[in-house]
């Protein structure tokens, strides 16, 4: 008995320590979501699920073949081009609000389809669908830099311009003064 008394605040003190404990976890099961750092921590401080989650979202992105219903003249340009797998996109924006007025416009006669506009030169550009000979289109892909792979077909832009005699290899549309968007062939 005497001992009791004697170490009352230790015993205090360890029941805080459990109680401080036991709020600790509840509140960090709370809080943590689930499946955070599955698979025996595969994943690590991640959260497993969400990997199957944003694999579940739809694409945002159209496929080529849906533009080549209704531009299968492109679709042909392009066929025998180096460019066959480069995507539309690149060069027209994502053309989601085009692709519904075009399809809707296929049905009524009513229905317009909104012309192509200017690019405003940003690459994740909010555009909907754009027609456009800026070189810097072409750059993002074609510009050289450490890293390239070495089959890549890239250029230094100023000795290209020089070594080809471009004739205003200071336009923004230079390239176009011997490559075209579908078929690129010089
Ligand atoms: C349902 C048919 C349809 C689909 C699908 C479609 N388009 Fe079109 N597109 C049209 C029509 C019709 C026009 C306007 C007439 C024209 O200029 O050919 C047009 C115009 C365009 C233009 C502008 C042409 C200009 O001279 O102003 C571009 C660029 C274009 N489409 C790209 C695309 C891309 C990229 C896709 C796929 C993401 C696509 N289209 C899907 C029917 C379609
Ligand atoms: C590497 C860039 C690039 C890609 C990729 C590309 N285009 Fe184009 N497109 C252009 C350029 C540039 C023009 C303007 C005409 C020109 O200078 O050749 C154009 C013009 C067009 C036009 C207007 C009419 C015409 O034929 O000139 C349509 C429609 C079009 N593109 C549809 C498409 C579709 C559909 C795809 C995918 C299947 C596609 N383009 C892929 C660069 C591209
Ligand atoms: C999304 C990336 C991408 C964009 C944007 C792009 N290209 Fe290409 N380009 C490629 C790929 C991929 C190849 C094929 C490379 C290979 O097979 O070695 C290629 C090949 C080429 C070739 C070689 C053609 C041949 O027959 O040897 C030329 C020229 C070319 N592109 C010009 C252009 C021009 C001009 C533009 C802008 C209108 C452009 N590219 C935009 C990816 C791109
Ligand atoms: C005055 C004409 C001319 C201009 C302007 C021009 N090119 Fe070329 N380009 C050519 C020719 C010709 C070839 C083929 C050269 C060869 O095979 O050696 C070529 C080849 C290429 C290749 C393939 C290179 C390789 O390694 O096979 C790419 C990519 C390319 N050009 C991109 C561009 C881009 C991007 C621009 C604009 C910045 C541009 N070109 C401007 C004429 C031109």
């Given at each position: 008995m005497k001992f009791l008394l004697?170490?009352?605040?230790?015993?205090?003190?360890?029941?805080?320590?459990?109680?401080g404990g036991v709020a600790a976890w509840e509140a960090r099961s709370w809080m943590v979501p689930d499946?955070?750092?599955?698979?025996?921590?595969?994943?690590?401080?991640?959260?497993?699920?969400a990997l199957e989650q944003i694999a579940a979202r739809p694409s945002v992105i159209i496929a080529d073949s849906v533009c080549h219903e209704c531009h299968q003249d492109v679709?042909?340009?392009?066929t025998d081009s180096k460019h066959a797998t480069v995507r539309c996109i690149?060069?027209?924006?994502?053309?989601?609000?085009?692709?519904?007025?075009?399809?809707?416009?296929?049905?009524?006669?009513?229905?317009?389809?909104?012309?192509?506009?200017?690019?405003?030169?940003?690459?994740?550009?909010?555009i909907d669908l754009y027609i456009?000979?800026?070189?810097?289109?072409?750059?993002?892909?074609?510009?050289?830099?450490?890293?390239?792979?070495e089959w890549f077909q890239k250029i230094n832009v100023e000795e290209h311009l020089d070594d080809q005699g471009a004739e205003?290899?200071?336009s923004k549309e230079t390239c176009f003064e011997c490559h075209g968007g579908h078929d690129t062939a010089p």
């Open positions: 004697d170490t009352k605040h230790l015993w205090i003190l360890l029941a805080l320590l459990v109680l499946t955070y750092g599955d698979l025996m921590g595969r994943y690590g401080p991640y959260r497993a699920a679709e042909e340009e392009r690149h060069c027209h924006g994502l053309a989601r609000k085009h692709v519904a007025q075009a399809q809707a416009a296929a049905k009524s006669p009513d229905a317009t389809i909104a012309p192509a506009q200017e690019w405003d030169g940003d690459p994740l550009t909010k456009t000979q800026d070189r810097a289109t072409c750059l993002v892909c074609h510009e050289e830099n450490v890293g390239m792979p205003e290899p200071d």
